[in-house]
């Protein structure tokens, strides 16, 4: 959908959730500019698939064309903070350039097939995203602590607001 990032903001979200979708993300300018503007805020936003690719490209980094691409539910992904493997659902043809990254994106996530990011956090806004699919059903479902993150920082938002 293209509803704009003003209609969004003016729900007073206590989060925003920047869903999956096909193909490539850098023609999404709508998209983009809505995300750089909900980034302006302290609103919590968790990405996936599309949504993580273009939360990167909104906070500067890049995205680039896969050889093969990533589909199916059997794909390894290790958690770096907690360097803990996950096993993922898939379906992408895009990733993010981590060496495009800028400094207030930290990885948290690699493909362990081919290296490729899975994962970012920003530093400095409670923005983070994920490259596969954590809502997959039936599964697997490894990924699905990302889910309690985003309502811990929904809570912690909820919380300094008052």
């Known amino acids: 959908a293209q509803t ?8 007073n979200p206590d989060g925003i959730f920047l869903s999956n979708g096909p193909g490539d993300p850098a023609p999404c300018d709508y998209a983009i500019d809505a995300i750089e503007k ?27 064309k896969m050889k093969f691409g990533h589909h199916g539910g059997n794909h390894p992904v ?18 993010v350039d981590e060496a495009t990254l800028p400094a207030n994106l930290r990885v948290t996530h690699k493909s362990l097939f081919d290296g490729t990011l ?15 699919h954590p809502e997959a059903s039936p599964g697997p479902h490894d990924a699905a602590p990302l889910f309690d993150h ?8 909820r919380q300094s607001a008052k």
């Open 150 to 157: 985003f309502i811990e920082l929904i809570e912690l938002y």
């Open 78 to 95: 290790k958690d770096i903070d907690n360097n803990v493997v996950m096993i993922t659902a898939q379906n992408h043809g895009f990733a």
């Open 4 to 11: 704009s990032a003003e209609d969004v903001l003016k729900m």
């Open 38 to 64: 909900f980034l302006e805020t302290d609103i919590p936003v968790f990405g996936i698939c599309l949504g993580h690719q273009l939360l990167a490209l909104a906070s500067g980094a890049k995205t680039i």
């Open 118 to 132: 899975q994962g970012i956090h920003r530093t400095d806004k409670p923005a983070f995203s994920f490259q596969g």
